[in-house]
């Protein structure tokens, strides 16, 4: 193609045109696919102007694989001496992954943005930049799973971009690879809780970050000491929360458990802490969904819960899911195939109920065994260091709703309107996870006094939050 700079007429605005036509040209040479157009940009005052505009794919290399995401450069009339405005365009299957380069709304921040200057300063230079810092940290992923169609189905990235602005077509040279849904998870909290939540998340091999926001103000106690100095791979360590941003599951661990005063007022105490932490947390990663460890659980998922703002699918608790796994462990041999599978319901600590499925008659000679193992699973409680335990199960669920393959497992979840239970309340129920939080409640039939001991638990779980200040 040969480089048509525009008609003379739509230049009258730019004050340094030959100038901008010149570095177009170098633009024209490293980048031909680039489209030159005039539209109307309107300004966060509402103004309007006619700007030349870039339309056009920045080449990026993610581990090993090709992509093209597609950018939008706005050049103002003042051009060279005045930065671009950029911007993403996401197609309707990608998603804008908030971070420190990029916004909600899209728009890109550089350093080269930030401290441009004319000579030093080009479009050519400002691509490349865009180009090596999309390959480190993509500003955008795919989409997830909502019909039930394959990951890979859903993640597939057009490569060639056919709907542009004014009736602009773009098309890539090559076809690229499909762009795998980007995967960041933020841990919130401090001590050894969050530390296993960490180490744990990052044995699973599922995220392609990982965030780790501290706290505490000790930074000793908090953990973060050994994350600067043993740096892991693909772990930042922050007291940011903007850090966060663009999260998929940020997991909460923070808590004020152990200072001296009631038990109602240590609880109001972990309520402020959240409030400081979740409403800024769902801001930054508005799309995420919030794992809860913090104790108590059922009471925290749900102080979280209104505090998000969010749907009840997507704030979670960690809830029974420990002890359902260790009991299920226990049992193997006696529960077979997996649908006769025992679960961990309800209120979480010593008020948690034992249950079967349906099918129970056929798991022979479960009965003379199931409480016999359900005391041994009480007795791991009380082996001592909990928190790696507990930070397993947290990467265990991670994996479910990062996955998107839609597993079950017995976590905090609202309980209003299951099993006769009225309030608001989270306990721990069977819930098919997946890439928003709950997708389902699974029913379980109860007995009359389980149904009631459930009925009990949520009783006494909102007389309780009705002493909280939320």
């Known amino acids: ?26 633009v024209h040479k490293k980048y031909p696919e680039f489209r030159f157009s005039m539209d109307k940009y309107t300004f966060n005052d509402g103004s309007q102007r006619d700007l030349l505009n870039l339309l056009g794919t920045v080449p990026v290399t993610y581990q090993g694989f090709s992509y093209n995401i597609p950018v939008r450069l706005w050049i103002l009339d003042s051009h060279p001496f005045g930065p671009p405005l950029c911007f993403l365009r996401p197609t309707p299957d990608m998603v804008i992954r908030e971070g420190k380069h990029v916004d909600v709304q899209g728009r890109v921040y550089l350093p080269g943005l930030q401290h441009w200057s004319h000579p030093k300063s080009d479009v050519v230079s400002l691509l490349n930049e865009m180009s090596l810092t999309f390959g480190n940290e993509p500003p955008l992923f795919s989409k997830p799973s909502t019909d039930g169609r394959s ?45 296993a939540c960490v180490t744990s998340i990052l044995a699973k091999e599922i995220v392609e970050r990982l965030v780790f926001i501290q706290t505490s103000e000790n930074m000793l106690r908090g953990g973060s000491l050994e994350l600067e100095i043993f740096s892991l791979p693909r772990v930042d360590s922050s007291k940011d929360m903007s850090a966060s941003a663009g999260s998929n599951v940020v997991v909460v661990t923070a808590n004020t458990l152990g200072k001296e005063g009631s038990y109602v007022n240590v609880l109001q105490s ?42 009840p699918q ?13 009991l299920r462990y226990l049992l193997r041999p006696l529960c077979q195939p997996p649908a006769h599978q025992p679960w961990l319901i309800g209120e979480h600590g010593e008020n948690q109920d034992t249950r079967l499925t349906k099918e129970k008659q056929n798991c022979r000679g479960i009965f003379s065994l199931v409480f016999l193992c ?68 699974t ?3 109860l007995t009359q006094e389980e149904e009631e001991k459930l009925q009990n638990s949520a009783t006494t779980l909102r007389n309780l939050l009705q002493q909280l200040t939320l």
């Open 1 to 26: 193609l040969e480089f048509d700079p525009l008609g003379p007429s739509l230049w009258l605005s730019y004050k340094f045109r030959d100038l901008t036509i010149e570095e177009l040209k170098n």
């Open 151 to 195: 990951v890979t189905e859903l993640s597939a990235i057009l490569a060639e971009v056919t709907t542009g602005i004014s009736g602009t077509s773009l098309q890539t040279k090559e076809p690229s690879p499909h762009l795998p849904p980007y995967s960041k998870v933020t841990v919130l909290g401090s001590g050894d809780l969050a530390m």
């Open 270 to 311: 972990n309520v402020e802490l959240f409030r400081s932490l979740i409403p800024s947390a769902v801001m930054y990663s508005p799309h995420c969904v919030l794992v809860i460890a913090s104790q108590p659980v059922d009471v925290m998922s749900f102080v979280a819960w209104k505090l998000s703002g969010f749907a």
């Open 314 to 326: 997507r704030v979670l608790g960690t809830g029974c899911n420990l002890d359902t796994q260790r």
């Open 374 to 441: 359900f005391r041994a699973v009480q007795g791991l409680k009380e082996k001592g260091q909990r928190s790696w335990c507990v930070g397993l199960s947290v990467a265990d669920l991670t994996e479910t709703i990062l996955s998107q393959h839609g597993r079950p497992h017995s976590v905090c979840t609202l309980a209003q309107g299951y099993h006769g239970v009225g309030s608001e309340v989270y306990l721990s129920l069977p819930c098919l996870l997946g890439g928003f939080g709950v997708l389902e409640v």
């Open 443 to 445: 029913a379980l039939e």
